[in-house]
């Protein structure tokens, strides 16, 4: 109960310190405090989301907080991209992308390993993390590589009809999979071994509509402060944005970076609860955020972003350069190895980990 009661508070506090930096001058000692709440704040989230996961099970959960985290990106990019249109062009398609390459080989590649100290051989269920593969591939080939080969606009771009389109597909395979997880193949992305997850599909036996009554009322609990937690890291990552860019540009640093550091900061809730349940060998769990989240970031953040450029005339850049398309076919071909027999390996998670780093490496000095 007191580690309840501490990260309530916590979670309270978070969002207390960012309301106060309104009237706090921007001073060094108010950006390490923010950096301080904000690392808080992310730990509070994944406690609370870990609790959901509790009641509604890892699958649901991880939905849950795939979602929350996307909510995030999507409000941190728009304001970013309110704050500098000029110079955040490219950011919506720099940020979808490094999430991907981030939750693909840095979250799963890095939980596999994880995982693998315990047990030699991971098993998952291969449909399941096949679909998430086959949707996120299919995802940015859409969005992020198709606008370099259309001629409606000029550019790596889509005209407005090509964006609303690409959207509304991006939002049916989004729903597809979002009811294969939750109903028509719920089993499929479920543990392998039940008996190892947390889920509590009911009651045990000889409880009262009291005890229901109380699962009720704490899970409610839950989301209230999942959701404050989730607040402050937006609010907390959007504050210290214009200092992350700042020092992007004083350490000449390519614009790409700052979309590469906005996901990580936006997926930091996520890693650590994928690592958390690697570390108890729960993989599917693992690759069930990993892979979650890039698909819930890139089939709902484009069609937002897609309306905000409407709506208010702002030209985004959708393309992916030849180096970063080369990074995708990288990491789908790994991933196809990864994830094609429901058994992988240690090995696995270190050439994912691998890609990654050439990733950032190759992105830092282009």
Request: aromatic residues 8%.
């Amino acid at each position: 109960m007191k580690k309840i009661n501490f990260n309530s508070t916590a979670a309270l506090l978070s969002a207390l310190f960012l309301t106060s930096t309104i009237i706090l001058p921007a001073h060094l000692l108010t950006q390490i405090l923010a950096a301080a709440f904000l690392c808080l704040a992310i730990t509070t989230s994944v406690h609370f989301s870990e609790e959901i996961a509790h009641h509604t099970g890892p699958s649901i959960g991880s939905i849950i907080l795939a979602l929350a985290v996307t909510i995030i990106e999507v409000a941190l990019i728009l304001s970013l991209m309110n704050e500098a249109p000029a110079k955040t062009i490219t950011l919506a398609r720099d940020t979808v992308f490094a999430t991907i390459m981030l939750v693909t080989n840095g979250i799963a590649g890095l939980s596999i390993v994880l995982a693998g100290k315990q047990k030699k051989v991971l098993d998952f269920q291969k449909i399941g993390t096949s679909s998430f593969l086959a949707v996120i591939s299919t995802l940015t080939l859409i969005t992020l590589i198709l606008p370099n080969y259309t001629t409606s606009s000029e550019g790596p771009t889509f005209s407005p009809a090509q964006l609303i389109t690409a959207s509304c597909i991006s939002l049916i395979i989004y729903f597809v999979l979002l009811y294969a997880q939750t109903v028509g193949h719920k089993d499929y992305f479920d543990p392998i071994n039940e008996s190892s997850s947390s889920r509590l599909k009911s009651l045990p036996k000889g409880h009262t509509s009291k005890d229901k009554y109380f699962f009720q009322y704490k899970l409610f609990w839950n989301i209230f402060y999942l959701l404050v937690s989730l607040v402050s890291v937006v609010g907390l990552s959007k504050y210290l944005a214009p200092t992350i860019s700042l020092a992007a540009q004083v350490l000449n640093a390519p614009q790409a970076m700052v979309g590469i550091i906005v996901a990580m900061l936006i997926l930091a809730p996520e890693t650590i609860a994928a690592f958390n349940a690697a570390k108890k060998g729960e993989i599917q769990t693992s690759l069930n955020l990993a892979l979650g989240s890039g698909a819930t970031s890139i089939a709902l953040t484009i069609p937002v972003i897609s309306i905000y450029a409407i709506i208010n005339q702002h030209q985004i850049i959708l393309g992916l350069d030849s180096v970063n398309i080369t990074f995708f076919s990288m990491s789908f071909m790994a991933g196809a190895f990864t994830l094609s027999t429901g058994k992988t390996t240690s090995l696995h998670g270190m050439v994912h980990l691998i890609i990654l780093i050439s990733y950032l490496a190759f992105n830092l000095f282009p």
